[in-house]
């Protein structure tokens, strides 16, 4: 099997260097990059097979705004990637993981977050819900979601899940 390659997109150097040891141990080609300039340029030289993405990094949203411009992007938007946040993550075990986040969106316990992240338990369907500075609600699938502090053996089976390995 061909080695698989990962981009680490992240602001934080020790995530880097803990992710980039847990991945190049597992056989992993591992790439990395500090923003999402310097990550979309990435993307376009090295063609990952699969993008980790921080979430906080020069900006709050700076790692939803690199998703959602791959999500966005025609020779891009079948690359899988991971977004890295410690921001809570809603399950559901509705396939519709966007309706199911608009349906938290209207409930008065979440409606006032900026960001909601959901995912459906059954199917590892995902998605974010967040809203713009100008209060818009901006959706867009992911593929998967790893929780910081990181935890090798959950992004390796996330990994591994969204790479069919």
Same mark, same amino acid.
């Given at each position: 099997?061909?080695?698989?390659?990962?981009?680490?997109?992240?602001?934080?150097?020790?995530?880097?260097?803990?992710?980039?040891?847990?991945?190049?141990?597992?056989?992993?080609?591992?790439?990395?990059?500090?923003? &999402?300039?310097?990550?979309?340029?990435?993307?376009?030289?090295?063609?990952?097979?699969?993008?980790?993405?921080?979430?906080?990094?020069? =900006? %709050?949203?700076?790692?939803?705004?690199?998703?959602?411009?791959?999500?966005?992007?025609?020779?891009?938007?079948?690359?899988?990637?991971?977004?890295? =946040?410690?921001?809570?993550?809603? =399950?559901? =075990?509705?396939?519709?993981?966007?309706?199911?986040?608009?349906?938290?969106?209207?409930?008065?316990?979440?409606?006032?977050? %900026?960001?909601?992240?959901?995912?459906?338990?059954?199917?590892?369907?995902?998605?974010?819900?967040?809203?713009?500075? &100008?209060?818009?609600?901006?959706?867009?699938?992911? %593929?998967?979601?790893?929780?910081?502090?990181?935890?090798?053996?959950?992004?390796? %089976?996330?990994?591994?899940?969204?790479?069919?390995?």
């Amino acid at each position: 099997m061909a080695t698989k390659k990962i981009l680490i997109i992240d602001d934080d150097i020790d995530v880097i260097t803990i992710v980039e040891t847990i991945l190049k141990k597992e056989g992993f080609e591992v790439i990395s990059a500090s923003n &999402k300039i310097e990550g979309m340029k990435k993307i376009r030289e090295e063609k990952p097979d699969l993008a980790i993405l921080d979430v906080m990094m020069t =900006t %709050h949203y700076e790692g939803f705004e690199l998703a959602k411009e791959i999500t966005d992007d025609p020779e891009l938007r079948k690359m899988p990637f991971l977004m890295q =946040t410690s921001i809570d993550i809603l =399950t559901t =075990t509705k396939p519709d993981v966007q309706a199911m986040a608009r349906e938290f969106r209207k409930n008065p316990g979440f409606k006032d977050l %900026h960001v909601i992240l959901v995912k459906d338990i059954n199917s590892g369907k995902a998605g974010i819900d967040y809203l713009s500075e &100008k209060g818009e609600s901006i959706w867009f699938p992911v %593929h998967g979601f790893v929780r910081k502090p990181v935890d090798g053996k959950k992004i390796l %089976h996330e990994i591994n899940r969204i790479l069919n390995i």
